[in-house]
């Protein structure tokens, strides 16, 4: 079938639809029995490497509702009312069907949380269950602990979802969304924001204490001997070229206007602004030892805030 050409069209998708993605973690709760995969490839006489025979490690009530829930998110949930869209596993899901969907959504992930919740405080039960099961073949070191089990469980079996506009969209669809659905999606927007600040500030402050840290342990550590050989440890002169090329940089990287980048690049350069000689420093036991306690001051500093 031919599809008509879209790129001039006038529709804008953003303000008819809005991006949802549905994740649902659930294990298959079984191994494979390697005794029993080579057992039954001696009987047929094949190459045990071509037969992988598993043993469910559980079937008890609660796990079984949990994977059929999966089965039913994965292949109705998540579809019924949306289409793919383009990458990361999102769907588009017309503004119309956004209550729709978020009802059926809602109903799944309520018998969802009762089904995991059953679960987590089925462990006794969950083991003594196995035991006749599996007979000879239970072995208690394939389940988590019983003091593990309820953290297990929680980390195990997720399902959550998350609806985001697309680019482009406007007041005109926001009026549209039911009042409830709109403030979640908003707040979603918000926090998705404060991460993407959280990362950004995080990889920068990282730079800044890796190229530091290099800095100082150069210092700190020339001419001592390496533990069970001979050989003098130095630095080169291209650590201290990261930090006055991290400097050059220090103050674009700092998009966020963050309090605690913008004081440690300016004690940097205060600090540093004359930049290093790798030969003088090796001749200068003292100078060496300014520029550890410098870097150690700034990382100190930095990490204080953010411990």
Sequence with gaps: MKLRDLTNTEINLANHAVLVKVTCKCPTMSVKNKAASEEYARQVGGDPKNFSLTKKLTSIPPFKRLSQLKGQINNTTKRRETAPWTHDGEFVLPVDLIEEFSTNFYTKHRSWEENKAELANSWPALIEAARQDLGSDFDINQYPTEGE?????????????????????DDDIRNRIPKERLEKMLEAERQQAAKAIEQVTGSVIDRIVNALTALSNGMDRFGVKEEGSSKIQTFQQ??????????????????????????????????????????????????????????????????????
């Design 149 to 169: 089990w309820r953290s297990w469980v929680e980390e195990k079996f997720v399902l959550t979802e998350t609806t985001r506009f697309m680019e482009g969209a």
């Design 238 to 307: 291209s650590t201290l070229d990261a930090v006055e090329d991290l400097l050059e940089v220090l103050p674009h990287l700092n998009i966020t206007n963050d309090p605690a980048i913008a004081a440690a690049t300016q004690k940097m350069t205060d600090y540093f602004k004359s930049g290093f000689d790798a030969a003088e420093l090796k001749k200068s036991e003292s100078d060496r030892k300014e520029v550890s306690e410098k870097a150690k001051d700034v990382v100190n500093e930095l990490t204080g805030m953010y411990s």
